[in-house]
């Protein structure tokens, strides 16, 4: 069975910062995994993903995340926070390719940037 | 890139009413298109999985004939909160899936539901 875990449900950076927020998952086939972006009373917009090509993997704003299976993470990262990056961000994890599988969602967490 | 829409975006209705939501993928074909829930801070709660041309597949603890489900094409699928009680207003959101090389889930902006 997939599982994802978010470490910190709420985490605060200054502004201009290292963003890092962290993702563990749990598959017990080669998993895809995804970061979403929520924004206030809005759906959820897909930031990354990663579906077994390179593990370092480019996303929209400056985002990235490494797939580290020895690891079995995905951290989400950005060299220097922006006010406009506070927000709630989900990891999330499917079976991969063709399963037609629901997504395993985190728990979510917070993002605030200081000024 | 992919784009999913839900209509309305908020409603308001009195208990004991219907209310429709509607979901939409404007750019692409949805083999399956899911319904979500969201309480204030916290994780996406899947509802249910829905499938063109076949019934829709709930997850546990959800009321089937309390959530209508209907998946009449592969760019629309409808979410029916019938007799709406004040316990259902929350944050519904839908997403619509493309499985192949994208295989990733589109989510629409969501839809507030309030019920009086």
């Known amino acids: 069975a997939q599982s994802v875990t978010q470490l910190g449900s709420h985490v605060s950076v200054s502004e201009g910062a290292l963003v890092l927020l962290r993702c563990n998952y749990s598959?017990?086939?080669?998993?895809?995994l995804f970061w979403y972006v929520q924004y206030p009373n809005q759906g959820l917009q897909l930031l990354l993903k990663?579906?077994?090509?390179?593990?370092l993997v480019k996303g929209i704003n400056g985002f990235e995340a490494e797939f580290k299976k020895s690891e079995t993470s995905f951290h989400l990262t950005k060299p220097s926070a922006h006010m406009s990056d506070a927000a709630e961000y989900f990891c999330?994890?499917?079976?991969?390719?063709?399963?037609?599988?629901?997504?395993?969602f985190g728990t979510g967490t917070s993002l605030t940037v200081i000024p | 890139g992919a784009v999913v829409s839900q209509h309305p975006s908020r409603v308001i209705c009195k208990s004991g009413t219907s209310v429709k939501i509607e979901c939409r993928s404007l750019?692409?074909?949805?083999?399956?298109m899911f319904w979500y829930r969201q309480f204030p801070k916290q994780s996406l709660m899947l509802m249910a999985t829905?499938?063109?041309?076949?019934?829709?597949?709930?997850e546990q603890g959800v009321e089937k004939d309390k959530f209508l489900i209907n998946h009449a094409s592969l760019t629309l699928s409808t979410l029916t909160v019938t007799s709406a009680h004040p316990e259902d207003s929350s944050f519904y959101i839908c997403?619509?899936?493309?499985?192949?090389?994208?295989?990733?889930?589109?989510f629409g902006p969501g839809t507030r539901l309030l019920v009086l």
């Open positions: 598959s017990s086939v080669p998993p895809y």
């Open positions: 829905s499938n063109e041309g076949s019934k829709a597949t709930y």
């Open positions: 997403s619509a899936y493309t499985a192949g090389e994208d295989e990733t889930q589109y």
């Open positions: 750019d692409f074909q949805a083999t399956t």
């Open positions: 990663y579906t077994s090509a390179a593990t």
């Open positions: 999330a994890v499917s079976e991969g390719p063709n399963t037609g599988n629901q997504f395993y």
